[in-house]
């Protein structure tokens, strides 16, 4: 991916008929498109409900969303609902103890498995509860 600095006024030129123009960087940044009518311009936010990221296009890694609810409060042993305190998760009908974070993250791993049915063989895979992004 390339990266370049450009100030408010500056532009970028994609091909022959893309222009990409800052026009202000107070509080958000503002930039104008101007694109021929036949390319889709969007949000990245939108593209990635419909597309997986660009990020994991360009290292063939599937991304796959899963269902988030109570992802953190069930037991990734038993699928029992357990108890959180002081950042661990502790199941009462199984005695499975671990850290929260380890065990939302190990329901996400089999809820994307489950869904996606794949295997340990079958090459890497992005689960992400749906609605978090990758730095929440
Ligand atoms: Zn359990």
């Known amino acids: 991916m390339l990266s370049l600095g450009r100030n408010p006024g ?3 030129v994609i091909g ?3 222009v990409i123009q800052v026009v202000s960087m107070e509080g958000d940044l503002r ?3 101007d694109a021929p009518k036949n390319v889709s311009i969007v949000r990245g936010e939108v593209y990635e409900k419909y597309h997986e990221k660009p990020e994991c ?4 890694i599937t991304l796959i969303k899963v269902y988030a609810k109570d992802i953190s409060r069930q037991c990734s042993r038993c ?7 002081k950042g661990s998760f502790c199941c009462p009908a199984c005695g499975f103890h671990a ?8 329901n996400a791993k089999k809820r994307g498995r489950a869904k996606a049915q794949i295997n340990e063989g079958n090459g890497p895979a992005l689960i992400l509860p749906e609605g978090l992004s990758q730095s929440s």
């Open 10 to 12: 500056e532009y970028l």
């Open 16 to 18: 022959e008929d893309i």
């Open 31 to 33: 930039l104008s498109i």
């Open 57 to 60: 296009r360009e290292q063939s």
């Open 79 to 85: 699928s029992a609902p357990g108890h959180q305190e």
């Open 99 to 106: 850290d929260i974070k380890t065990n939302a993250a190990q």
